[in-house]
């Protein structure tokens, strides 16, 4: 494959999109449990699952990413598969940040626990010890203990890593990945996820339940239709009637997901993330065919934001973990400012940390990065001439050394 053709699947609008998706999650964890007190008094549980959906369909959009991304060079046969130069790749992009992360998270809890308040009984509850960072230095952790509960999505991630050889080994060549084949598999994959969900919710429970929140390994049976959403657009490129089809199916599954389930008795919210990871197949389509659309989400300061998604996504709750203990010394109970000081602090510390992680860890681990030197995103004029390819002027140069 030609130097140019390399270049092209790095696509401006992807790290847009991830951006974005990040953003969602940080808003998600510093203002969802408020807003949603707020919609509950009004009565109207719908709206608050509609809204709890939507702000957490980020991460359905990471995980469509995530199999599109890594799958692409294989199913499309520009590389071929060799499964320890594919360990290797793998673990030389999450582990370094994730190990700097680690070791970060560790020192929150335990100082936390060390000059504990009244944030201890009502946040956070972790504890520190040697043992416990040991277990969580390997990533996949079976008993759904995190020094920073943002991680048990990358537990999810580890299990779609680990399938990535079957999927390659079963899935169509670009060319016989027909239209009716296309809906066929992603009909099925759909139905035998909900099968294998009722099937372990009824014998396995401690796998996975869906009639509550199980933070671990199990949790990737949510998932599933995301990551071979990320398999289809890896194949071949998708036409906008295939937008059309999944932009259609993906909102009816949403908005079916938040009524009453006789079977199980409750909203079913797999459906959710399947609607939205369906839903994000039909977006990154019109991102590559659509330039209007394109050009929206490649805005400078999405790719900026988006380069840096993983960093922020490593660090931020542990951010928000450290701010609300030392803001807790100072006051008496989470009242209004508890609030403004603890979201005022931990939201612009947590971007600052990710810049720092991003900055000296994760960018040297990291191809095809074109913000990877301009530490701070401003000014705009400079960064849009850095994503653009152009030279910017070294007057305006924000960078660091």
């Not at 301009?374 to 400079?382: E, H």
């Amino acid at each position: 494959m030609s130097a140019p053709a390399k270049k092209q699947d790095r696509f401006h609008f992807l790290d847009g999109f991830r951006g974005i998706a990040i953003a969602m999650v940080v808003f998600a964890h510093a203002f969802m449990a408020n807003i949603l007190k707020f919609i509950d008094s009004f009565h109207i549980p719908y709206i608050g699952h509609l809204f709890t959906d939507f702000i957490s369909s980020g991460l359905d959009l990471f995980f469509v990413l995530s199999g599109m991304v890594i799958l692409r060079p294989y199913l499309r046969r520009e590389r071929k598969f060799e499964v320890w130069d594919y360990i290797k790749r793998r673990m030389k992009r999450l582990y370094p940040p994730y190990f700097f992360a680690l070791i970060f998270g560790a020192f929150v809890v335990w100082f936390n626990n060390a000059f504990p308040t009244w944030y201890n009984e009502r946040g956070m509850r972790m504890e520190f010890s040697w043992l416990e960072t040991l277990k969580e230095a390997g990533i996949v952790n079976i008993n759904a203990m995190y020094y920073n509960l943002a991680w048990w999505s990358l537990n999810v991630e580890i299990v779609f890593y680990i399938l990535v050889p079957l999927i390659i080994l079963l899935f169509p060549l670009p060319h016989k990945l027909s239209d009716r084949k296309l809906y066929t598999i992603l009909g099925f994959s759909l139905v035998g996820t909900v099968a294998l969900q009722f099937f372990c919710t009824y014998n396995y429970p401690i796998v996975f339940n869906f009639t509550h929140i199980a933070t671990n390994i199990g949790m990737f049976m949510e998932f599933p239709v995301c990551f071979m959403m990320g398999a289809f657009l890896a194949t071949r490129d998708l036409e906008m009637k295939h937008a059309k089809v999944f932009l259609t199916v993906g909102g009816l599954l949403v908005v079916g997901s938040v009524f009453y389930v006789p079977a199980i008795g409750m909203r079913y919210s797999p459906f959710a993330h399947t609607g939205y990871g369906v839903l994000s197949g039909g977006l990154i389509i019109m991102g590559h065919k659509i330039k209007s659309f394109r050009d929206f989400w490649s805005k400078p300061i999405f790719v900026w934001l988006g380069e840096r998604s993983y960093s922020l996504y490593l660090v931020h709750l542990s951010v928000f973990y450290l701010t609300d203990n030392l803001v807790s010394h100072i006051t008496a109970e989470r009242n209004i400012y508890y609030g403004i000081l603890t979201r005022g602090i931990c939201i612009p510390m947590s971007f600052f940390a990710a810049m720092l992680l991003f900055h000296f860890v994760e960018r040297k681990y990291t191809k095809g990065l074109v913000t990877a030197n301009v530490f701070w995103p401003f000014p705009l004029s400079r960064l849009r001439q850095v994503v653009n390819g152009e030279q910017p002027a070294k007057a305006a140069a924000p960078t660091t050394n």
